[in-house]
């Protein structure tokens, strides 16, 4: 089993406050991100847009490895994530759509690289966990 993590720290209260991400790996440490960052159109980090990147990157791996297992190697498949939050939503602000938009660019029929990138949108992880269980263990103190 593969497991990897993210963190964040928030200090203070919410629009007066801010915070930082760090992953596991180090490859984001101490980004700062703020209310302002996620609600204002500020420039800085958020977590809609690291959803975006993980669900760009993740989409675009899986379109790779079923290509590669129709006998087809991209050149290039480009593809972003946009991520939407409705922060009017009653009780909370809710992330209401994930739009995946990719261009690839490989030789081969386009019916099959557009049945393939149906295939890699059920397929991909980072999709799937968007539709998946979440749970949560709270330690006091």
């Known amino acids: ?28 440490n101490a980004i700062p991100f703020s209310f302002a960052t996620r609600f204002e159109d500020k420039t800085g980090s ?30 290039s498949i480009t593809t972003t994530s946009t991520i939407t939050l409705d922060p009017t939503t009653e009780g909370s602000p809710t992330v209401t759509k994930a739009h995946l938009a990719t261009v690839v660019k490989a030789d081969a029929p386009e019916a099959k690289l557009r049945e393939l990138a149906a295939q890699a949108e059920a397929g991909c992880p980072i999709s799937k966990l968007l539709r998946a269980e979440v749970t949560l263990e709270v330690t006091i103190g």
């Open 46 to 75: 958020n977590p809609e847009e690291l959803i975006g990147a993980a669900h760009a990157a993740c989409y675009s791996m899986f379109l790779s490895a079923l290509m590669g297992g129709a006998g087809i190697t991209p050149a």
């Open 1 to 28: 089993m593969i497991t990897k993590s993210g963190s964040a720290i928030w200090t203070g209260s919410l629009k007066e406050g801010g915070g930082s991400i760090t992953t596991q790996s180090g490859a984001l």
